[in-house]
């Protein structure tokens, strides 16, 4: 009798799976009535070499084995079925899918291919199937084979109460390096060159927080306006690395290359977070091109409307939502996480938009099927678990609304930090919880300090140097005419908008940078500094430059002196954090004596050196203040079970326009004081004393920070 040509396979696991003889294929879908695989030249994508059908289903798992095809290889997906987009059915035969467990991707979208499963253009929209062949245009899958040598790797496993995070894109932090070879900038191997690396650990960074690096789409109007989806919150593959960002290949080198990026930062005790986009994909609304999950099966990846299946629920902005009631889904979220913790070795993820995945039919759902998938998983729920606490639904904004396991980006701790330097009124009360870890967002739900992920700038939005120097966004350069981005930004330009060459406005600038930066690094919870702000990056004045990839958006590395200074600045005070273990507590604050501590863990005052009361917080024109954190009060203790003791700090705080004299507390509160950061300072050394019951100027907008050693309290 003849052999089959095609064996029945496995259904598991999904995806194709190279054993050495041959591949084996799964495919979820469950309303298909045939699913292809066709295999394609390496040395011409374009050019279609073998098809063969999956023949064997399990539980809505299309599944087959070929012998004989081998590692290298690169394949797409045929699926046949109704084209019903009334019903949500969008099966297009004519239309390459790329399979959603792809772990990596050879070429790019072409938009002007046909890559839209409806005749595009026409007078009856999406509802006319088209029957020209897009293969030439869609990306390929790369059959892979594992042999990567891991040499031992070790994840650095920060803890929570000692991280600090770096926003980075891949391409835009070694792009304008000069350090970095040429042929490596802008890549994976750039990242982990020793030039980044060194910088990384001057900086005083614990964990690189990387920009989507998901294979992704560019938008077919960002590309007629011949730019780019830089930031890449486009995803079309959760499993495959882009290889826009690899120096060595995009036939599996990608792949290898990202996995001796990850080695090289391990070994220099950096962790891995990957921003991920579960939300939505590159496949938009009902109009938007089929590339992959709308071919396969659109209901079950996507959140369709109840009332007319034909339309996408969008909670996203983006055109679509992901189904993350579906149980196949789901899976692939958790199947994406695991690969990349487990073979790729990243250390956490923070999730974009993630109001999204935890909405059920009903609407957002602390207890959502996702979290409890992720909460169960004993991977996953040992990783860094990081949420983007909104969307753009009803009742979107859930900042300290997520489980435990998770932390947040804390968009009031910004929102605060920003008022209260800019000088508004009533930010007294917001100050405080911001600066002592958020304990109104995070502690009834029983997470901890560092539940709250604080940052004063992020990818999106004004960078540090742009906050200080606009107070109106300048997006003209995204074609948008200036439509796009956050208007209200809370940023003040310091009296000029804009670049000027005023001494005294630029030295107000150089000021608040350094307010900012001290506030954000002597505040509980996990500060996040994004790559460029530590020395002043510009995107002049564009607070949303998701389209630019050029030097508008890229890091520059070709330092002034206050650039260098504000370098030094920022290393200086992360070292600070580092080594006073009262600004990273793990408990929130009580207020009171620890132990039998001489102190209280937390304590305000007047600037007349008395403690704040009640009335005080209340007061709308409060813009100074000071807190003490006592190096004796820390409720935890050590690995071991000793008891941390470290300095006492007291840190001064003057948002106000003219300076202010505090007046130290009284001898029960510390003896001598040295005068260790203050940010009216760009550079001096300081070792100044005062005592107890002494008086410290503030300057106007400045921030103080007096030490007690901790070998007083011996």
Not at 158 to 164: A, I, M, Q, R, S
Not at 238 to 244: G, K, N, S, T, V
Request: proline share 5%; aromatic share 10%; with cysteine.
């Amino acid at each position: 009798m003849r052999r089959a040509e095609v064996l029945p396979g496995k259904p598991f696991p999904l995806g194709a799976t190279y054993d050495g003889n041959g591949v084996n294929f799964a495919v979820f879908s469950e309303h298909a009535k045939k699913v292809e695989v066709c295999l394609f030249d390496p040395a011409d994508p374009k050019k279609e070499t073998r098809r063969f059908p999956l023949l064997e289903t399990t539980n809505h798992v299309w599944h087959g084995y070929m012998p004989g095809v081998h590692a290298g290889c690169l394949y797409g997906l045929r699926v046949h079925g109704p084209y019903e987009p009334k019903k949500g059915l969008r099966f297009n035969p004519h239309k390459l899918l790329v399979d959603p467990y792809a772990k990596a991707l050879h070429g790019q979208v072409d938009p002007k291919a046909p890559i839209h499963a409806y005749v595009h253009g026409g007078k009856e929209e999406d509802l006319v199937m088209d029957t020209q062949d897009d293969a030439w245009g869609v990306p390929k899958a790369v059959i892979l084979s594992d042999g990567f040598d891991w040499e031992d790797d070790k994840r650095p496993e920060v803890p929570w109460h000692k991280t600090v995070l770096y926003e980075a894109h891949v391409k835009g932090l070694t792009k304008l390096n000069p350090r970095v070879p040429e042929h490596l900038r802008g890549t994976y191997a750039g990242l982990a060159h020793p030039a980044t690396l060194e910088h990384l650990k001057k900086v005083g960074v614990t964990s690189v927080e990387l920009l989507p690096i998901h294979a992704f789409m560019d938008e077919p109007f960002l590309t007629q306006k011949g730019r780019s989806n830089y930031w890449g919150y486009n995803t079309l593959g959760f499993f495959a690395p882009d290889a826009r960002y690899s120096a060595s290949g995009s036939l599996g080198e990608q792949v290898s290359e990202f996995k001796g990026m990850v080695k090289l930062l391990h070994r220099a005790g950096i962790e891995v977070i990957l921003d991920v986009v579960y939300n939505h994909t590159c496949e938009g609304n009902h109009l938007g091109p089929t590339l992959s999950f709308k071919g396969l099966d659109a209901g079950a990846y996507y959140r369709l409307s109840e009332k007319d299946p034909r339309y996408f629920m969008d909670f996203t902005g983006c055109g679509n939502s992901w189904n993350a009631t579906h149980p196949y889904a789901l899976k692939l979220i958790a199947d994406s996480l695991r690969y990349w913790v487990e073979v790729m070795h990243v250390d956490g993820f923070r999730f974009d938009l993630a109001t999204t995945l935890g909405r059920d039919r009903h609407g957002y759902d602390t207890r959502a099927a996702f979290f409890q998938i992720l909460h169960q998983d004993p991977v996953l729920s040992r990783v860094k678990l990081i949420a983007e606490p909104w969307d753009v639904g009803d009742y979107g904004y859930q900042v300290g609304n997520f489980p435990v396991l998770w932390s947040e980006w804390n968009g009031k701790y910004r929102d605060t930090m920003r008022r209260y330097w800019k000088g508004d009124d009533r930010q007294a009360a917001e100050i405080g919880s911001r600066l002592t870890g958020s304990s109104d967002l995070f502690a009834l739900s029983g997470r901890k300090p560092t539940a709250s992920v604080n940052f004063v700038t992020a990818h999106d939005g004004f960078t540090l140097h742009d906050l200080v120097t606009y107070s109106q966004k300048h997006n003209e350069a995204n074609g948008e005419d200036n439509r796009d981005g956050a208007n209200d930004n809370h940023a003040w330009n310091c009296g000029v908008e804009g670049e000027t060459n005023d001494p005294k406005v630029n030295a107000l600038r150089e000021q608040q940078k350094r307010n900012f930066l001290a506030s954000l690094f002597l505040s509980q919870g996990v500060p996040m500094l994004v790559a460029g702000d530590e020395m002043g990056r510009t995107q002049k004045g564009n607070n949303n430059a998701y389209c630019q990839d050029n030097e508008l958006s890229w890091v520059n590395w070709e330092l002034n002196e206050k650039q260098r200074q504000l370098l030094e600045f920022t290393s200086r005070i992360i070292k600070l954090r580092r080594e006073q273990p009262v600004l990273s507590k793990r408990r929130f604050f009580r207020g009171a004596h620890i132990w039998d501590s001489e102190l209280k863990d937390l304590a305000w005052f007047r600037p007349d050196g008395k403690e704040m009361k009640r009335e005080d917080w209340e007061k709308p024109y409060v813009r100074s203040l000071a807190f003490l954190l006592g190096g004796d009060a820390i409720a935890t203790p050590d690995d071991e079970g000793h008891r941390i003791v470290g300095d006492t700090l007291l840190v001064l705080l003057n948002a106000h326009h003219e300076p202010i004299t505090f007046m130290l507390p009284a001898l029960e509160w510390g003896a001598d004081w040295e005068l260790v950061v203050d940010t009216a300072a760009s550079g001096e050394s300081l070792r100044t004393h005062t005592p107890a019951g002494g008086k410290v100027q503030a300057v106007g907008r400045s921030l103080v920070v007096l030490r007690r050693p901790a070998t007083e309290w011996e």
